[in-house]
């Protein structure tokens, strides 16, 4: 199966500040998937990357706050702006493989 | 109609006994049912899938029992072990490299 790299594992933030969180591939895959996990819940998904085009945002997520890049098949990076308590979750990119959809280890954050 | 339920939200089993996780979902469109388990500060993990031509499927000792006509799954985790204790999480989605839908997940506990 792919393996994810995801940076960084956790960070503590201000609020109003942002953070880049980056998704190394170790192969070339068409789609990434952002999913946000607050504590304690289940997954929910905010967006899906393509190389090549906008990022598709699901219900509740909008691209001015979680704006996505996807220069190439096996790198993608989301970004958390003007952040406040309320995003204090785990983030998660994912992958489609061979093996089925695979996860990298989220980053936690926490906002202050 | 895109949801997954999941249930029960936690579960005590002890060792050596078998642990059943229900899910339940809407959208007949899904036609594929993973099993993910999420140990503290990890990813969700793949366990086992299964698509909609086979009833039951069998890895080691996770089974996942699939009733079409009922639109509910499950999963089944014979002789469970200390090691089993972590949260599982049912998905569904609709097509190939496509978003998953998840469940709210089990946590699950196996007492020694």
């Known amino acids: 199966s792919a393996v994810i790299s995801q940076k960084p594992s956790r960070d503590i933030c201000q609020r109003g500040t942002s953070l880049t969180i980056q998704c190394q591939v170790d192969s070339q895959v068409t789609m990434m998937f952002w999913y946000r996990q607050q504590p304690g819940q289940s997954l929910t998904l905010i967006a899906t990357a393509n190389q090549g085009s906008e990022a598709t945002y699901e219900s509740g997520f909008v691209i001015d706050k979680f704006p996505i890049s996807r220069p190439n098949l096996t790198f993608s990076t989301l970004t958390v702006s003007n952040m406040s308590p309320e995003d204090s979750s785990i983030y998660l990119c994912?992958?489609?493989?061979?093996?089925?959809?695979?996860f990298g280890s989220g980053t936690r954050l926490t906002v202050v | 109609q895109q949801q997954v339920k999941q249930s029960p939200q936690s579960l005590i089993v002890q060792k050596g006994g078998i642990s059943i996780i229900n899910c339940a979902y809407e959208n007949t469109a899904f036609d594929y049912f993973p099993w993910y388990q999420q140990f503290p500060g990890k990813g969700p993990a793949l366990l086992i899938a299964i698509r909609p031509d086979v009833s039951e499927k069998k890895e080691g000792r996770f089974t996942i029992s699939f009733n079409k006509s009922a639109k509910q799954f499950s999963l089944h985790i014979m002789d469970s072990q200390p090691g089993d204790s972590a949260t599982y999480f049912c998905?569904?989605?609709?097509?190939?490299?496509?978003?998953?839908?998840f469940g709210q997940g089990t946590r699950l506990t196996i007492n020694p």
């Open positions: 998905a569904a989605s609709i097509g190939g490299a496509q978003k998953l839908v």
């Open positions: 994912s992958v489609d493989s061979s093996y089925g959809y695979t």
